[in-house]
Nanobody, 123 residues
Framework: QVQLEESGGELVQAGGSLRLSCAAS????????MAWFRQAPGKDREFVAS????????YYADIVKGRFTIARGNARNTAVLQMSSLKPEDTAVYYC????????????????WGQGTQVTVSS
């Protein structure tokens, strides 16, 4: 069983920056990939960014490309999401997800999820 814990969500003004962190604990495979999804009120969960186990492959949703950067943290099985030029439409609960096999843009590919961290961008 893998547990994921997110941190870093808070209220920020439009145009500002924020850094989210996710740490996985428990038994993970050598190919443990991580990703960020988000869900805004009244909307479906959507893919934000993903990263492979060794950090060599990253994918981004078009709506965040060029503004958000995903990276593996210094500690094993951690991931960070650096968000800049934030917009009010980025307001959502951000979820960290983990996969024992490979990164994907599809939520169904991930078998572990965090509880989420709230990001609110004021205009």
């Amino acid at each position: 069983q893998v547990q994921l814990e997110e941190s870093g969500g808070e209220l920020v003004q439009a145009g500002g920056s924020l850094r989210l962190s996710c740490a996985a604990s428990g038994r993970t495979s050598i190919g443990f990939a991580m990703a960020w999804f988000r869900q805004a009120p009244g909307k479906d969960r959507e893919f934000v960014a993903s990263i492979s186990a060794n950090g060599g492959s990253t994918y981004y949703a078009d709506i965040v490309k060029g503004r958000f950067t995903i990276a593996r943290g210094n500690a094993r099985n951690t991931a960070v999401l650096q968000m800049s030029s934030l917009k009010p439409e980025d307001t959502a609960v951000y979820y960290c997800a983990g996969s024992q096999w490979a990164s994907s843009t599809t939520g169904g590919a991930y078998d572990s999820w965090g509880q989420g961290t709230q990001v609110t961008v004021s205009s």
